[in-house]
């Protein structure tokens, strides 16, 4: 099952405490770890929260809209903030659930969402790792910055286009 959630205190506490524990299994940074898990946008961001048979989290994705950005800290660049948003703490704890890839399922939903709400297109800052598998299953992205590493962690900010991807 797939929720999409405005700001609701225990199930943002509940998707803080499942991206710790992905992010510590995943072999990210560990000094970086609280950086990675949560910041203020939670509380403003929409979610988009995938959970199993027994209600457990198993993955997970935020969609920030509006005039202020995580990405904005790291790259001056001129975002259509009107008709975009930023996609941001993607967590997952398995590759597939009941014979769907969980990480497609998430974006879907959540592409889904922005096209009702007449957004075209989200940005998103990918670690290394994500992107080369983003290019391995040919997902269609634009990658718009070399790399930096805001977190320890090689990153790009990429641009998707939400049809393109709901089709995909």
């Known amino acids: 099952m797939i929720k999409i959630s405005e700001f609701d205190p225990q199930l943002v506490a509940d998707i803080v405490k499942f991206r710790r524990e992905t992010y510590a299994n995943s072999g990210r940074d ?3 770890l609280d950086q990675w898990s949560a910041d203020g946008f939670d509380q403003r961001a929409t979610h988009v929260v995938m959970f199993n048979e027994e209600g457990k989290i198993i993955g997970t994705v935020r969609i920030i809209a509006g005039e202020e ?3 904005d ?3 001056d660049f001129k975002y259509d903030k009107v008709n975009g948003v930023e996609f941001g703490r993607l967590a997952i704890s398995q590759p597939s659930h009941n ?6 399922e998430l974006i879907k939903a959540a592409c889904r969402h ?3 709400r007449g957004q ?8 290394a790792r994500l992107r080369k598998e983003l290019e391995r299953l040919r997902v269609p992205f634009e990658v718009l910055s070399p790399a930096v590493a805001p977190m ?11 049809e393109e991807l709901i089709r995909f």
Do not use: M
């Open 30 to 32: 560990p000094s970086q």
């Open 152 to 162: 320890n962690e090689d990153s790009y900010l990429v641009r998707f286009s939400v």
């Open 99 to 104: 014979g769907k890839r969980v990480l497609a």
């Open 69 to 71: 950005w995580t990405i």
């Open 73 to 75: 800290d790291y790259y």
């Open 120 to 127: 075209t297109h989200f940005y998103g800052f990918v670690v």
């Open 114 to 116: 922005c096209a009702e």
